[in-house]
Each structure stands twice: as C-alpha cells, then as structure tokens.
C-alpha cells in the first residue's frame, strides 16, 4: 500500500513544508478511521497544503472528515464534482480546516446549511465556489457574505435558486468579495475591456 502511495504522490519543489499532489486517493477510499490511523502514509499526508479530490466515485464524507482533521496545514481543497459530499461534511471541513484557505464545491450535494456553516466556523477560508449546487439559495448566500470575517470570493455559477437582484445587492453591501455569477462575471469582463481603452463599435451598417 505505501509503495503505490510513492507512486502516485509527487513531491513539490522546495523543503520538506512544500506541498504535494495526490494524484490517486482512489487507493485508499475505502479505508475506515480506524485503519486509518495505522497506515504510514497517513504520516506523510499530515504535510499536505493542497489536496484535489474532484470526481472520485468511491469517496465518502468520513474519509474527507477524517483527512481534514489530520491534514493541519491543508490550505486548499477540491470536492468538486462528488455528489455525495453533504452539508456535514462540510460542516467538519470548517470547523476542522484551521489553515484552509480555498474550498471548492461545485456539484456537490450541500445546501444553505453549509454556506452558514463555512461562515460561522471559519476563520481562514477566503475563497468558495458551490457553482451548479441546486439546493444553494439567496439564503446561504446573504447569511455566509453576513457573517463571514475571511471570506473574498463566492462561485455562485448556476445556482438558479439565488437571484441575480439578490447578488446585485450583496455586491453593493460587500464590496470585498467577488461574487460569482454569469452576469456577474459579463460585467467584469467589459470592465476591464473598457480599462485597457476598448470602445464598442457604435456604427451601423448603411
């Protein structure tokens, strides 16, 4: 088992503190918390900063729960594209994540309780995206931009249940976070064309 770990991680540049990538968690999905404990490689992960997990079929919430809270110096974390992630876990994943910075959930089975979770326990976590989450409401939106002291930006993309006019409104009471939406991200775009002088063409045809 660990010599497939050696295998699939791959060490980052630097010192023994830089971070690096597992490729595979597959391997170990299936590993319960008490086994957990036993396995060398759990040794190494505590020195994780960066862990991608998007679309792994096998994985659970207690896994996710359990390499959070032994994983201390993890600062950012991709669940996107698991659909079994739920508000619980993500709850843990706040409380937990004492240097997570970054969280990305997009198409995860959360709702506003997770939103109101990540804003009520987190002191680090800046950066959000629950983009083509259902379940996601102006709700959670409006209470995580209220409560949150860290937070910088919010991925709302396709989540129908928030309101653009909601939006617009955080956007005007919260002008630290970037708020994250289709329309949102238009404007922004012709923002920044109009700061480097690009004008649009006026003319009509003859």
């Given at each position: 088992m660990h010599r497939n770990w050696e295998k699939e991680c791959v060490w980052g540049e630097g010192d023994l503190k830089s971070h690096y990538i597992c490729r595979s968690l597959q391997l170990n999905t299936t590993v319960d918390n008490t086994l957990?404990?036993?396995?060398?490689?759990?040794?190494v992960l505590r020195n994780l900063s960066s862990l991608d997990l998007r679309h792994i079929t096998?994985?659970?919430?207690?896994?996710v729960m359990e390499i959070v809270k032994r994983c201390?110096?993890?600062?950012?974390?991709?669940?996107?594209?698991?659909?079994?992630?739920?508000?619980?876990?993500v709850e843990v994943i706040a409380k937990e994540g004492r240097n997570l910075k970054e969280l990305y959930l997009v198409?995860?089975?959360?709702?506003?309780?997770?939103?109101?979770?990540?804003?009520?326990?987190?002191?680090?976590?800046e950066t959000v995206d629950v983009g083509w989450c259902k379940e996601i409401t102006d709700h959670g939106a409006t209470q995580i931009a209220q409560s949150s002291k860290s937070l910088r930006y919010l991925g709302l993309m396709?989540?129908?249940?928030?309101?653009?006019?909601?939006?617009e409104q955080l956007v005007q009471q919260y002008p630290?976070?970037?708020?994250?939406?289709?329309?949102?991200?238009?404007?922004?775009?012709?923002?920044?064309?109009?700061?480097?002088?690009?004008?649009?063409?006026?003319?009509?045809?003859?």
């Open positions: 957990c404990g036993k396995l060398p490689v759990i040794q096998e994985l659970d919430n207690e896994t201390k110096n993890l600062n950012s974390l991709n669940l996107c594209l698991n659909w079994i992630i739920n508000d619980r876990c198409s995860c089975k959360i709702t506003d309780y997770a939103l109101i979770a990540i804003g009520r326990y987190s002191m680090t976590i396709r989540c129908d249940q928030v309101n653009e006019a909601t939006v630290h976070i970037t708020f994250s939406t289709v329309l949102q991200d238009c404007k922004r775009t012709l923002e920044r064309a109009y700061q480097m002088g690009w004008t649009p063409n006026m003319s009509t045809a003859s």
